[in-house]
């Protein structure tokens, strides 16, 4: 039996792709290309005009102790925000599978940060943890007699970012491992239950390695998100600072791209962020894949 769908010409599947294609063209392949061909180039004030450099941007970069830093923090950023974010994203949906009274409530409001903007949630926590008026130094001022300075000690700053990071997107690493605890083999846990593992045996040695389909999907999920998706977090805290302690390479991009017009330099650092984010994909593909076990 022939399952493939039949068109009356051979062209109306493509004039059907057609708008995709030039969605994809003018919105991603394009702007891909052109920031490619930038990073190459010295551009003047707002792109008047433009003198070829070749890899002179990438030199300058690579040999600025700014920017470094700014990669390790990046990298820093990244590292935490990813163990953080699927660790607690685990270990809540694992209670949150668990069939309590309420329990749907439960499982709502885990889910629910990951339903606002990164923006609110950047706005909630910069009034959370202001320094003078934020209710979170208001409660450890009445309790503990300490008003820490959550914005201007790079510690801490960074703490927060990392914090408010991990409470926006666990959520989303709820969502994905409740699925995945619900489709678990129920004979394999009773058959482990029955040999006398203990839960915390039971959850080591078959549910982790059952789950670990999922926790490799979401760790390229995750990595990503931190690499991409932390600018709003950062400019409405901390705007980098204090001394560039919590700048990061997407903020970076942003500062020199559309504060300081250094067209050219932000672009070349784009394409640092793309290649370093495809090569620990690529890296994780290859390490983590023979270590993923799919059931079957």
């Excluded at 394999?188 to 999907?217: C, K, N, Y």
Aim: hydrophobic content about 55%.
């Amino acid at each position: 039996m022939d399952t493939h769908a039949a068109y009356k010409s051979r062209w109306l599947p493509w004039v059907l792709l057609l708008p995709s294609f030039v969605i994809l063209i003018l919105f991603l392949y394009y702007p891909t290309i052109e920031t490619f061909v930038l990073s190459l180039y010295q551009v003047a004030f707002l792109g008047l005009s433009k003198s070829f450099v070749g890899i002179e941007n990438y030199k300058i970069l690579f040999s600025d102790p700014e920017y470094l830093q700014i990669f390790k923090n990046t990298v820093i950023f990244a590292f935490f925000v990813v163990i953080f974010s699927m660790a607690v994203g685990l270990a809540l949906s694992i209670l949150a599978n668990q069939k309590v009274s309420g329990w749907r409530i439960y499982r709502l409001l885990l889910i629910w940060p990951y339903a606002l903007s990164p923006a609110v949630a950047g706005v909630i926590f910069l009034f959370m943890f202001n320094p003078q008026s934020g209710i979170v130094n208001y409660l450890l001022t009445i309790t503990l007699g300490i008003a820490p300075d959550w914005l201007t000690n790079p510690t801490l700053a960074m703490g927060l970012l990392v914090f408010v990071a991990v409470w926006k997107n666990v959520g989303y690493n709820v969502v994905f491992y409740i699925a995945g605890l619900q489709n678990l083999p129920g004979e394999v846990l009773e058959a482990a239950l029955i040999d006398g593992a203990t839960p915390w045996q039971r959850f080591w040695r078959v549910t982790f390695p059952l789950l670990s389909p999922m926790t490799f999907f979401l760790l390229i999920i995750n990595t990503i998100y931190a690499f991409f998706e932390a600018f709003p977090f950062v400019d409405l805290l901390t705007k980098g600072g204090p001394s560039n302690a919590t700048n990061i390479l997407i903020f970076n991009i942003y500062r020199d791209g559309f504060e300081y017009y250094k067209t050219g330099m932000a672009a070349a650092q784009s394409v640092i962020l793309f290649i370093a984010v495809v090569f620990l994909t690529i890296l994780q593909f290859r390490v983590g894949e023979g270590r993923v076990h799919y059931g079957g």
